[in-house]
């Protein structure tokens, strides 16, 4: 099965390597509202102004994800998207399973592990196909030219698990004439050590972007080793200005441990894990014609293998058996948005998604193996999406999608949404939505707590947004507030003597979030946010209070930044009959520095924690006191 499942992805990034990148045609103007600079693609299909939008998106640019020197995306997500939070154990590496973190979190929302916020690849889905949670030591920084997320439901665009957010990573589009390549090394406590190599190129109508990354770690605690290979591919092909083909592969491999709780250590676990994904689009974009339109065709697939030693107690005998799995997940997206009439912008979907895989136990004596599941489900789906600028300040856009899944049956993602266009400057959104999750293989069929009669879950969103752009568009003000309210919620409890998996209960969030960001002057950004989550019923990794500020200076010689994480009311442990819930309050100070050698080879150094804070994410997994990284970066 390995063999078969290493032979697939290479035979898809072989295929790929004579295909193009694709991206997201620019959106056509919307009359009497100027697209500004910025623009997002997640939640709309099409580059739009974020302003002509009910959903909040927060980008992230590549700047902001590179200049920490940080492999992964999702600590910087945890920086700057006010709302969102993941779960760490670590120096590096995430893992999965018992003991895993990469737990993502949006107000409050998020499962564990984590199947309410879905992660996309430009736009198509990355998640296990067995336990539908993404892997979170996938989401490399060289990937990204940035990376957008939806704070709230996206699911009558993406269907199953956005039920509580997105996160896509957009990955690079080089500009025409371009040949970059970045060369970067760092190392620092712990034996930690990073280092990679990238290349975008664009000449003609031929365009390729390139990297590989290698990072490893010792560890704070004993038996905490990590280390990962990561590599991806994009080249693309402009047949003429309409129409360009395209492909995307990324392929990684990780091997970590599982140290256990402080209480409970455990020795010689060990995870081996090997993730890939490929994706082949052709897209079409007609600005000059009667019906202006665009939309694209994609098919894509992402697999892993998994191969678990759980390890045992200090003297307690050592498994007999280790846990193996493979799954996949292969799919086809096609949309196309036409513009009807003046002011309209009117998106049709199509969705199809087959996934699943086999799990089974091999025991270490003689390799005999024992099947726990084998099993695949798909699912198939339609959206459309109506944008209509009303008069010059309203905006009404109004969505709905209705799918059919394999064992949940038909579901349905109904949005609505109105922006007040108060300014050139300034709007206010109202948002109502309504995301789902379908119940996952794992659930439903996998260890003693499964429950074939699993209903999907469900979750109404209610939101108010504020964003206005002061001192000549310098500064950007952004406020929410929401309301959260799910019903059906899979959690699994004490039935008649034995765990069961159940829909039971109700979810109710409530909060606000508020940013800021300031250019003070050349070179100097102020970056802030706060926000407030109230939880009727208490879930953990999702903070009441989260706040952020971060200040980075950048002058011709020399980058310096700091920034200062407040965490309070963070739940690692949850009450029991026999037990108090555990909160956790802690004050994070970075800090990074810069210096330009030659050219654009630059020196770098950063410190993580300066206060030496000893805190606690996931109970019982202390996380390390101040740590020191420095290296070089090399762009020529």
Not at 78 to 96: A, E, I, K, N
Not at 185 to 192: L, P, R
Not at 546 to 551: A, C, I
Request: hydrophobic content about 35%.
């Amino acid at each position: 099965m390995f063999l078969r499942l290493k032979s697939g992805i290479l035979s898809v990034l072989l295929l790929i390597f004579f295909s193009g990148v694709t991206y997201a045609s620019s959106e056509t103007q919307v009359d009497s509202v100027r697209v500004i600079d910025e623009v997002v693609v997640t939640g709309t299909r099409n580059q739009t102004d974020p302003r002509l939008l009910p959903l909040t998106v927060s980008s992230i640019t590549e700047n902001r994800l590179t200049e920490r020197g940080e492999p992964n995306i999702l600590p910087t997500l945890t920086q700057d998207v006010p709302g969102l939070f993941v779960t760490q154990r670590g120096v590096l590496g995430y893992s999965v399973s018992t003991g895993g973190s990469g737990g993502i979190k949006v107000r409050g929302i998020g499962g564990s592990p984590n199947t309410d916020v879905l992660v996309l690849i430009d736009g198509l889905p990355q998640y296990a196909g067995l336990y539908g949670h993404p892997v979170a030591d996938n989401y490399q920084t060289m990937l990204a030219e940035r990376v957008e997320v939806v704070r709230g439901p996206a699911s009558m665009y993406y269907g199953s698990n956005a039920m509580g957010g997105v996160v896509n990573i957009v990955t690079h589009q080089p500009e025409n004439d371009t040949v970059i390549t970045n060369i970067h090394a760092q190392a620092g406590s712990y034996k930690t050590f990073d280092a990679g190599i990238s290349n975008q190129f664009h000449k003609r109508k031929f365009s390729s972007a390139a990297g590989f990354n290698y990072s490893r770690t010792d560890g704070h605690r004993p038996n905490m080793e990590f280390q990962e290979y990561n590599g991806f591919l994009r080249l693309g092909y402009d047949f003429n200005e309409h129409w360009q083909l395209g492909g995307l592969g990324n392929i990684a491999y990780f091997s970590t441990h599982n140290p256990g709780t402080v209480s409970a250590p455990i020795e010689e676990s060990q995870f081996d894990i090997l993730r890939g994904m490929a994706a082949i689009s052709l897209e079409n974009e007609y600005t000059e014609c009667r019906f202006p339109t665009s939309g694209a065709v994609r098919f894509y697939y992402n697999g892993g293998k998994h191969k678990i030693n759980d390890g045992h107690a200090h003297e307690a005998p050592a498994p007999t058996q280790v846990y193996n799995h493979t799954d996949l997940m292969t799919g086809l997206t096609a949309y196309q948005s036409l513009r009807f009439f003046k002011g309209n912008r009117t998106t049709f979907g199509f969705d199809y998604q087959h996934f699943g895989g086999h799990a089974w136990n091999t025991l270490i004596a003689n390799d005999t193996e024992t099947d726990i599941i084998d099993k695949t489900q798909s699912e198939v789906a339609g959206y459309i999406d109506f944008r209509q600028q009303i008069v010059s300040w309203l905006v009404i856009d109004a969505g709905i999608r209705l799918g059919n899944h394999s064992e949940a049956g038909i579901n349905y993602a109904p949005q609505g949404g109105l922006s007040f266009i108060l300014s050139h400057d300034a709007e206010i959104k109202a948002l109502v939505s309504r995301g789902y999750r379908n119940p996952t293989i794992r659930e439903l069929y996998m260890y003693k707590p499964a429950n074939k009669d699993l209903n999907p879950v469900s979750l109404w969103n209610y939101e108010l947004s504020y964003r206005q752009l002061f001192l000549k568009r310098r500064m950007r003000v952004g406020l929410n507030v929401f309301y959260l309210h799910s019903d059906d919620n899979i959690e699994t409890q004490m039935i008649n003597g034995r765990p069961l998996n159940v829909n039971t209960g109700e979810l109710k969030n409530a909060g606000f979030e508020a940013e800021v960001s300031c250019r003070i002057w050349r070179g100097l950004h102020v970056n802030t946010n706060y926000s407030f989550l109230h939880m009727e019923n208490p879930t953990l990794a999702a903070p009441e209070h989260k706040f952020n500020l971060s200040v980075a200076y950048h002058h011709d010689r020399f980058r310096v930044g700091s920034s200062l994480q407040c965490i309070s009311g963070l739940y690692t442990a949850l009450a029991t009959k026999d037990t108090l819930a555990v909160k956790e309050s802690f004050v994070l100070w970075n800090a990074n520095a810069s210096v330009r050698i030659w050219r654009e080879l630059w020196a770098n150094v950063k410190a993580d924690n300066l206060l030496g804070q000893e805190y606690e994410i996931n109970a019982g997994f202390p996380m390390p006191k101040t740590t020191v990284m420095g290296g070089i970066s090399w762009t020529f």
